[in-house]
Each structure stands twice: as C-alpha cells, then as structure tokens.
C-alpha cells in the first residue's frame, strides 16, 4: 500500500510540472501571419505587457526598413505596445487590451498559456472573440 501511495505521489508531481502554467504568458511569441514577434514581460506590476520586438522585413513596404515602418499615426511599429492591462483571474489573464497598430483598433483581450507552451489570445468586441494562438520562439 505503502509503494502504491508513493507512486501515485510521484505521478502526480510529475504530470504537475509537466502542464503549463496558464499565468507563464512571459516571452517571445511569433504572430499567426509570421511578419513579426511580440515580448511579453512583467509590466511593473506582475501582470503582462507586449511588445512588438521583430519584423520580418519581407514583409515591409519598398523602402522601409524594421526600424523605420510606422502606421498611419506615424507611430513606430518596432517597439509598439502591443498588449496591457491584464488582472490575473481564476484561470487566465483578463480585462487587458490588445492593440492592432495597423488597423488603430483596440480590443477587450484574455491570455492564457497552454499544455503544450503556445499561447492563446482571444480579442473580443462585446460578446463576440476571436482567438489566436501564438508560438513560443526559440
């Protein structure tokens, strides 16, 4: 009985540190489409903040380079503030904002890292989400 309670301990420690934490949304991530990769670090505060940190420079307009294509506020896209304003909830990030500095919109966003280390974002206008899952790079 003895070896069979130590098993089931061991079991369990291990398939424990083996899931991912759903609050370890820290690092660099790569974007769907590729073009580009978002750091995600502590904010001050404990909770996430995003960054745009690389450009896939196929993907830049003729004659721009990485650290000079901004959007149509002539705002810098290398370096954008991509996500903010997390509170750490029952099981994920919620209440932040995601920024879409193409498009100069800004949605209602949930973080959450998953099993198997990707991360899932969802932006939401009111009731209606849409969810992305972003790779771990490196």
């Given at each position: 009985m003895?070896?069979?309670l130590i098993a089931a301990a061991l079991a369990s420690l291990?398939?424990?540190t083996a899931a991912a934490d759903s609050f370890d949304v820290?690092?660099?991530y790569l974007l769907?489409?590729?073009g580009s990769h978002v750091k995600i670090t502590d904010c001050g505060d404990g909770s996430p903040?995003?960054?745009i940190v690389w450009i896939k420079a196929d993907d830049l307009p003729p004659g721009k380079t990485v650290n000079d294509v901004t959007n149509s506020k002539g705002q810098k896209i290398l370096g954008y503030q991509l996500l903010q304003g997390f509170e750490r909830k029952a099981k994920d990030w919620r209440g932040g904002k995601i920024h879409d500095p193409m498009e100069l919109k800004t949605y209602d966003s949930r973080l959450k890292r998953l099993g198997d280390?990707?991360?899932e974002v969802k932006g939401c206008i009111g009731?209606?989400?849409q969810t992305q899952i972003w790779k771990?790079?490196?």
């Open positions: 003895k070896r069979l291990i398939s424990g820290f690092g660099t769907p489409k590729g903040c995003g960054k280390g990707t991360l009731p209606v989400c771990p790079v490196g």
